[in-house]
């Protein structure tokens, strides 16, 4: 099967969603990152090319989240052949819209294409996970995780992962708008403070609890009670003009809740369809006046995840 080529793609996602730091993720269905891989003959990893970024990526596997994902995946599995991979890079890089688990979970599922006997999405998801931590210097799931199975994904656990699809209320949609700067998930997450005090995790625990608990009932009220980061947002909106702006401008416009997006810099809404649009206006109109254009989008929350486009 030397020489066989699949190509898989999987979409940005939402990490945190807000309420869930490192936990909770969702699929964004705008756009994603695609991985081409075949089988080569002689072991080991090699990343051929990397297109659609204008920041130069390391092409040294283990420095790369794709090919980092696929050295913890060959060495684990002591595959008899070696993978080549090209990364088309479509998700802006270091937006907070899960380019790099993007990469790694295209790499995985692209990879498991060209196995005799393909693994699990939950056996993928841990050798995903080993690419990511390249990028952001820990290993978390938020991204990974809703990328890999598509939807509203909780993940609980780390060295024993599991997953649970949440059902989101039908006529839900995200607006994201990524301002145009750059912002490195490392800093992001080198800012926070390492405890918390115990009624803001409380207050956290609760609102947690009760949006999973408005998505499972549909309950819009219950969702927007309970759409507050009072942990980890009021610590990152410092690294994001404009972000209280724009946040007022999207809840001032009927969004439900408002957020950073993994990392940042793109800050999303949740909000019913019929808002969606004056949402958008107004949350690019809020970074425009601090100087800041950006690329925007209304998205379903996609309930597919990565996939096979082509083989």
Same mark, same amino acid.
């Given at each position: 099967?030397?020489?066989?080529?699949?190509?898989?793609?999987?979409?940005?996602?939402?990490?945190? %969603?807000?309420?869930?730091?490192?936990?909770?993720?969702?699929?964004?269905?705008?756009?994603?990152?695609?991985?081409?891989?075949?089988?080569?003959?002689?072991?080991?990893? @090699?990343?051929?090319?990397?297109?659609?970024?204008?920041?130069?990526? *390391? #092409?040294?596997?283990?420095?790369?989240?794709?090919?980092?994902?696929?050295?913890?995946?060959?060495?684990?599995?002591?595959?008899? =052949?070696?993978?080549?991979?090209?990364?088309?890079?479509?998700? *802006?890089?270091?937006?907070?819209?899960?380019?790099?688990?993007?990469?790694?979970?295209?790499?995985?599922?692209?990879?498991?294409?060209? $196995?005799?006997? *393909?693994?699990?999405? $939950?056996?993928? $998801?841990?050798?995903?996970?080993?690419?990511?931590?390249?990028?952001?210097?820990? %290993?978390?799931?938020?991204?990974?995780?809703?990328?890999?199975?598509?939807?509203?994904?909780?993940?609980?656990?780390?060295?024993?992962? @599991?997953?649970?699809?949440?059902?989101?209320?039908?006529?839900?949609?995200?607006?994201?708008?990524?301002?145009?700067? =750059?912002?490195?998930?490392?800093?992001?997450? @080198?800012?926070?403070?390492?405890?918390?005090?115990?009624?803001?995790?409380?207050?956290?625990?609760?609102?947690?609890?009760?949006? #999973?608990?408005?998505?499972?009932?549909?309950?819009?009220?219950?969702? @927007?009670?309970?759409?507050?980061?009072?942990?980890?947002?009021?610590?990152?909106?410092?690294?994001?003009?404009?972000?209280?702006?724009?946040?007022?401008?999207?809840?001032?416009?009927?969004?439900?809740?408002?957020?950073?997006?993994?990392?940042?810099?793109? %800050?999303?809404?949740?909000?019913?369809?019929?808002?969606?649009?004056?949402?958008?206006?107004?949350?690019?109109?809020? =970074?425009?006046?601090?100087?800041?254009?950006?690329?925007?989008?209304?998205?379903?929350?996609?309930?597919?995840?990565?996939?096979?486009?082509?083989?």
């Amino acid at each position: 099967m030397t020489g066989k080529s699949v190509t898989a793609f999987a979409p940005a996602t939402v990490g945190n %969603v807000g309420v869930g730091f490192d936990i909770l993720g969702h699929t964004v269905k705008a756009v994603g990152d695609r991985v081409q891989a075949r089988r080569t003959a002689g072991r080991g990893i @090699r990343i051929a090319a990397i297109t659609g970024s204008q920041a130069t990526l *390391p #092409l040294e596997a283990e420095k790369n989240t794709a090919g980092m994902a696929l050295v913890s995946m060959a060495g684990a599995l002591s595959l008899p =052949f070696g993978i080549e991979i090209s990364i088309e890079k479509g998700i *802006p890089l270091g937006s907070g819209l899960g380019g790099s688990a993007a990469s790694a979970v295209a790499a995985v599922v692209a990879a498991n294409a060209l $196995l005799d006997t *393909p693994l699990s999405k $939950l056996e993928l $998801l841990k050798f995903a996970m080993q690419g990511e931590a390249v990028a952001s210097g820990s %290993v978390h799931v938020d991204n990974i995780a809703p990328s890999l199975f598509g939807g509203l994904v909780l993940t609980v656990g780390i060295d024993h992962p @599991r997953t649970k699809q949440i059902p989101v209320p039908p006529n839900v949609r995200c607006v994201l708008v990524h301002p145009h700067m =750059f912002l490195s998930t490392r800093e992001a997450r @080198r800012i926070l403070r390492k405890t918390v005090d115990l009624s803001d995790l409380v207050w956290q625990t609760a609102n947690l609890a009760g949006f #999973l608990s408005g998505c499972y009932t549909n309950d819009l009220d219950m969702i @927007r009670d309970s759409f507050e980061d009072v942990i980890i947002e009021p610590q990152r909106a410092q690294l994001i003009p404009g972000f209280k702006a724009v946040k007022q401008a999207a809840t001032s416009n009927g969004a439900l809740g408002c957020s950073i997006s993994g990392a940042g810099p793109t %800050v999303f809404a949740w909000c019913e369809e019929h808002f969606a649009e004056g949402i958008r206006a107004a949350m690019v109109e809020a =970074f425009a006046e601090h100087n800041l254009a950006s690329d925007h989008w209304v998205s379903a929350i996609d309930t597919e995840g990565a996939r096979i486009v082509e083989s």
